[in-house]
């Protein structure tokens, strides 16, 4: 929500309040032409969220390629997934259905997540498929999803983020406060994602082109095009009809702090408020039945082992940036429920004996007291 709104103030001292702090990563892609929509990745912190349960949600089903680690980040692991799962069917379908020669070429920036060698990693079926990888420090200026087309999408999924509000709290007896707090939840995101990436026309997807392929746009005729309405204005009247104070210039600003990546310290964060509920969503069902099979020396030894190991790649590698991401990612992705569980066998354990012996505990204070005497 805009920072002026009351909803965003409150969000912010409220403890607990979920839907501010929820983050996730969504990678998009399209042609030059405009008429081919690839399955977005979509990364969250939860391979199991709850509403998926409760929903019966059945992840291949979905909208988005669904993947999970506990920062929401895109691996590399991920991307080359997504290449050979979902983007090399999608662009073969799209070529045989039009008659086209089977060639491709897929344009990336680079960020950590692109593989330089990505062309290695691609099935043998899709290597038809050419990797171009853009000139560093040029994504803003001829990156084809960054020039509009992203800010775009954010823009479509806020409105009808703000049209969904509007339309629960007109029809319901549910206050907007009580709906972000209680009833806004990842299935709702999901939705919006759908429609704010169906949403994006033809005329932005191909205009996003213009800047590192100009022959692709120059040949094409926007007359007959209905000029768009600006989402800014849909989303700023539907804010208004809420009650909540806000123009335009608080839309574009959150648009724009959508856009920038978090610092390490603000993923830590992130990271810090997320875990409690991370653990209740993936684990808290499941725990049980694993903690009977993983018992609390094994945890030690495996923790004693990796701590070896990562001291030693640390010491040793000479690739300290590669080796310290790989080390932060295995840790908390594989590391982080086997020491939950040491630390409630922990907790435990100390409530057991404080109730098991409270005499002792009794006695133990009063000889500390006589001592001190």
Partial sequence: MPNRTYITAEEKIMPGHKPMKDRL????????????????????????????????????KLQVMWRANPKAWVTRQFFVQWVNLVFGPSVKKYLQENNLPMQALLVLDNVPAHPPNLEDDILEEFK????????????????????????????????????????????????????????????????????????????????????????????????GFEPEVPVEEEIVSLGKSMGLVMDERDVNELIEEHSQELTTEELQELQSQQHSGVLQEIGFEEEPEVEDTISTSEIKEILGMWERVSQFVEKKHPEKVA????????????????????????????????????????????EKSSDKM
Avoid at 28 to 51: F, M, T, W
Avoid at 134 to 161: G, R
Avoid at 323 to 338: K, P, V, Y
């Fill in 128 to 223: 038809f498929i050419k990797v171009l990888y853009l000139p560093p420090n040029t994504t803003p200026i001829l990156q084809p999803m960054d020039q509009q087309v992203i800010s775009n999408f954010k823009k479509l999924y806020t409105k009808y983020l703000f049209r969904c509000c509007f339309e629960v709290t007109e029809n319901t007896n549910l206050t907007l406060r009580e709906y972000w707090k209680d009833h806004f939840n990842i299935m709702v995101c999901l939705r919006m994602i759908d429609q704010a990436w169906l949403s994006v026309t033809t005329r932005t997807l191909t205009s996003a082109w213009k800047k590192l392929w100009p022959e692709s746009v120059a040949e094409k005729t926007f007359e």
């Fill in 323 to 366: 080796t310290g991401r790989a080390s932060e990612l295995f840790n908390d992705t594989c590391l982080t429920h086997s020491r939950s569980i040491l630390q409630g066998r922990k907790k435990q354990t100390s409530l057991d004996s404080f109730f098991l012996n409270p005499a002792k505990k009794t006695k133990t204070s009063e």
């Fill in 25 to 60: 990563t969504l990678a998009l892609c399209a042609n030059a032409s405009g008429d081919c929509k690839i399955q977005p990745l979509l990364v969250y912190h939860s391979e199991n969220p709850r509403a998926f349960k409760s929903h019966k949600i059945l992840k291949e």
